[in-house]
């Protein structure tokens, strides 16, 4: 069923505790954790705790939920003083994404270019 658990889903085990991960924030619908290889002093990855392969289907099927997401990416810069922060959904293989349970990456801490590479 759309959103269930996934066997071989990496963040399906964080979310259900069954792999270690450093949570900063839960709330009813999403877990917040940092990344295990950061690319800035604060990487903190949100996802919700529902399964859909990437914030697109995530905000077709669950709208509130992937406002959730969008909400703890506040409440995380808040909690590391970031006045400015970026949120990347990698999308699909060409854009880098390897985990396919939506996540978004809170980068900040750091100067940032743009165009991003
Ligand atoms: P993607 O490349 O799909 O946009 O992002 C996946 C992210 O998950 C990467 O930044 C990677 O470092 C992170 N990651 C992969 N495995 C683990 C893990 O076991 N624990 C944590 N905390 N992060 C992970
Ligand atoms: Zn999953």
Redesign the pocket.
Known sequence: MAGEPQEDC?FCK?VEGH?P??VVRETETTVA?????P?APT?V?VIPKVHYANAAELAAAEPQIAADVLREAQAVADEDKLDSYRI?F?TGTGA????WHT?A?ILGGRGMQWPPG
């Open positions: 990496l964080i792999i991960a450093d954790f940092r990344d295990i290889n690319q990487h990855l990347v990698n880098g994404q390897t985990v996540h990456h």
